[in-house]
């Protein structure tokens, strides 16, 4: 059956609409998004935010008004998501997700974490029961212009890091705490109904680098050695370096002999160096 020309024109417009129905232009965003997950710690910290340019204008005081609520950033919200609670000196932001604003004066910036985060650019009704923690900062001048808004977690330990804000002339700095002592121990305390020589030496190696019970450590580190054997070098030289904490210098220097023993065989330069160096320090204090 032969289609007349209604029905072929009928035809190509369904064809064409469902073609062009599929195309999308795409173009360069000018605020392109960015996100990241940093890890301090025991503690997932997820920042997800949009990073506008400066392209030659003034940022501060002029792009963004002073003494007012900013996005932080562009488009749609700049969020916080983060694992457990972290510390901010006394105050206290407990685990979630949090929309990201800040109020920028001349010479300090406050940093609102806002429990809700489905809004694009700041709320219509500003509700301070929704508002988790602010937070105040004085401003760091950068020494030339940041052309590009960054957020960064920085200097990072395994208790504390650094929450920077940056753009153009500007820099602040949020510096935070975490309790990942107590979430290691009570990990510890639960992995030892059954551990591993590898569950006893890491949980040796986090009290002897932190500064904790050196006489529990030892225990761990001695049960460890006995299930993997005097070949793990790593596990003897915690054991050395846990005698020498106590001031067992006798105990420490002998420990320190078998971990040598055993790096050389395994050919370890920088276990070789770390215990020959030991035992010459510890022979002194005997």
């Known amino acids: 059956m032969l289609l007349n020309w209604k029905s072929l024109i009928t035809v190509y ?5 469902a073609i062009t129905g599929f195309s999308q232009v795409e173009t360069p965003q000018l605020s392109p998004r960015c996100n990241f997950t940093q890890t301090v710690g025991l503690t997932d ?7 506008p340019s400066k392209r030659n204008r003034i940022v501060f005081g002029n792009v963004v008004p002073y003494n007012k609520v900013w ?13 457990d609670d972290i510390y901010f000196g006394a105050d206290t932001l407990f685990k979630g997700e949090y929309a990201l604003f800040a109020i920028p004066g001349e010479q300090s910036w406050e940093l609102v974490f806002y429990k809700e985060t489905s809004n694009w650019g ?20 950068l020494t ?8 960064a977690i920085d200097d990072i330990g395994t208790k504390s890091a650094t929450l920077n804000i940056a753009w153009d002339q500007v820099k602040v700095s949020y510096p935070f705490a975490l309790q990942t002592e107590d979430q290691v121990v009570k990990n510890i305390a639960s992995v030892m109904s059954g551990p591993s020589a590898s569950d006893y030496y890491k949980s040796a190696k986090y ?3 932190e500064g904790l019970d050196a006489e529990k450590a030892l225990v761990w580190i001695t049960k460890a050695i006995e299930m993997r054997g005097e070949s793990a070098y790593w596990m003897t030289r915690v054991q ?19 971990s040598l023993e055993a790096a050389k065989k395994s050919d370890s330069s920088r276990y070789i160096d770390m215990n020959e160096k030991s035992i010459i320090e510890w022979t002194k204090k005997k």
């Open 144 to 151: 030339s212009p940041l052309e590009t808004m960054t957020i």
């Open 207 to 209: 009290y002897l680098t």
């Open 240 to 258: 050395a370096e846990l005698y020498a904490n106590l001031g067992k210098y006798d105990q420490a220097i002998e420990a320190a002999k078998r």
């Open 45 to 51: 910290i997820a920042i997800d935010y949009s990073r």
């Open 71 to 83: 996005r932080l950033g562009a488009n749609k919200n700049s969020t916080i998501n983060i694992s």
């Open 122 to 141: 700041t709320p219509d009704t500003w509700d301070e029961s929704k508002v988790a923690c602010r937070l105040k900062s004085q401003i760091t001048p």
């Open 13 to 17: 417009s369904i064809v064409l609409l």
